[in-house]
């Protein structure tokens, strides 16, 4: 087996967190009296981070301190919201049960800001992923490698055996910029043109589909390969 390592992005790979995410940011710009936003604003907007995701949802123009007291409104309201619609795509579990049973370590890494990762795997993984990063001060977050090499270290793995799985193009170049090869997910926040744009090594529809990679390092037109 070539793969032995795993490390997953969160929001739009593992978790659907569209509507918390949705609905905690609307919260906060209903606060200041500002439009709110579709579940497809949001979904455009995810994948930097959630200062990021607040700035773009605010009305342009908005000024650095406006933004900064509607995030804080945004993380108050999500710490008691991010579990009410949330759930694991179909076929997450079984697939990280699998996995787990196999021996692969794994890991996440996210862009979302540490309290909120580190909550949401305990919460609906358990013990099945023993590495989680999200943002936090003192590492660059992604596109940077910085996370996902932490958790390589974390993990005790290179990235030589390590794939680096991800919904949005910005995940693709994360893994790049990381010297790792990279599968893009389609059921997330972004399409695969996107995802083939932005370097993919592998494209998958399905859990399933990234056993098969992981199973055979040549599964080259059956594992969905964009090369």
């Known amino acids: 087996m070539k793969y032995n390592t795993v ?3 969160l929001d739009g790979t593992l978790l659907n967190t569209l509507e918390d995410l949705g609905d905690s940011v609307n919260f906060a710009l209903k606060s200041f009296g500002y439009p709110t936003r579709t579940y497809e604003e949001i979904r455009s907007f995810v994948g930097n981070g959630v200062k990021d995701l607040v700035t773009k ?3 342009n123009g908005t000024d650095e301190d406006t933004i900064l007291k509607c995030l804080q409104v ?3 309201h999500y710490k008691t919201n991010m579990r009410n619609k949330t759930a694991p795509y179909n076929g997450i579990m079984n697939l990280l049960e699998e996995l787990n049973s ?3 370590k794994l890991g996440i890494v996210s862009n979302k800001y540490d309290f909120g990762v580190k909550n949401l795997n305990k919460y609906y993984f358990k013990d099945l992923i023993p590495v989680a990063i999200g943002e936090r001060e003192g590492i660059r977050k992604k596109p940077a490698p910085d996370t996902v090499l932490t958790a390589m270290k974390e993990l005790g793995s290179q990235r030589e055996t390590s794939l ?3 919904d949005s193009g910005s995940d693709m170049i994360t893994a ?5 090869k990279s599968i893009g997910v389609t059921w997330g926040f972004r399409d695969a043109d996107s995802l083939r744009e932005s370097g993919a090594d592998f494209l998958v529809d399905s859990p399933e589909q990234l056993l098969n990679i992981i199973e055979n ?3 080259i037109k059956s594992c969905g390969s964009v090369n």
Do not use: L
Request: contains cysteine; proline residues 4%; glycine residues 14%.
């Open 176 to 180: 790049q910029n990381a010297g790792m």
């Open 102 to 104: 196999r021996g692969i």
């Open 74 to 76: 945004f993380k108050d």
């Open 217 to 219: 390092e040549n599964c």
């Open 7 to 9: 490390i997953f992005d």
């Open 57 to 59: 949802a605010v009305p």
């Open 164 to 166: 680096y799985v991800g």
